[in-house]
T-cell receptor
């Protein structure tokens, strides 16, 4: 029962570098999403997907790209990392009706 | 976007005490959710509420969907050390595609 798997768990980037945060789910959920968590601000939605080939922007999409080529995978790309993107990133998948399952998070520091 | 307010922001209680926290919004929603985040982990769903006035329990936790559909309450009875964490309320803004989270209530339980 893997659920939602995120890799890596920790990452340090230099300003201007790019990287991809991986997310995979084995529950055959149609809905997947990416959130960032900053102190005192809860979780804010970056991008989401309602199925393979379909993505849309959330509340804070700038600086991030996503694609959804399969039901299982929903990678998040940082194109030109900036210190403001230092955060904890969570991927979630959902079958609907609020029943979202979260990964363990990726702690990203941009220096 | 939608905004949820949670109170209190943080609380320190003695083991064995009961806890109450709430979540409010300026808009009406049809689904209210309560998640808990343990340190270093992703949020985990505690209770989902789908009907105004609904009262739902999950062990020592009880949550209510406010009759106005603009608020929700979470109560924890007889707190124990493992109740420590951040409690988030959330609403399902788009039929499972878009969850909006409150800023969280941080709970500390003193032995």
């Amino acid at each position: 029962n893997a659920g939602v798997t995120q890799t890596p768990k920790f990452q340090v980037l230099k300003t201007g570098q790019s990287m991809t945060l991986q997310c995979a789910q084995d529950m055959n959920h149609e809905y997947m999403s990416w959130y960032r968590q900053d102190p005192g601000m809860g979780l804010r939605l970056i991008h989401y997907s309602v199925g393979a080939g379909i993505t849309d922007q959330g509340e804070v999409p700038n600086g991030y790209n996503v694609s959804r080529s399969t039901t299982e995978d929903f990678p998040l790309r940082l194109l030109l990392a900036a210190p403001s993107q230092t955060s904890v990133y969570f991927c979630a998948s959902s079958s609907g009706r609020g029943l979202a399952f979260f990964g363990q998070g990726t702690r990203l520091t941009v220096v | 976007g939608q905004q949820l307010n949670q109170s209190p922001q943080s609380m320190f209680i003695q083991e064995g005490e009961d806890v109450s926290m709430n979540c409010t919004s300026s808009s009406i929603f049809n689904t209210w959710l309560w998640y808990k985040q343990d340190p270093g982990e992703g949020p985990v769903l505690l209770i989902a509420l789908y009907k105004a006035g609904e009262l739902t329990s999950n062990g020592r936790l009880t949550a209510q969907f406010g009759i106005t559909r603009k608020d929700s309450f979470l109560n924890i009875s007889a707190s124990i050390p493992s109740d420590v964490g951040i409690y988030f309320c959330a609403i399902d803004d788009n039929y499972g595609q878009n969850f909006v989270f409150g800023p969280g209530t941080r709970l500390s339980v003193l032995p």
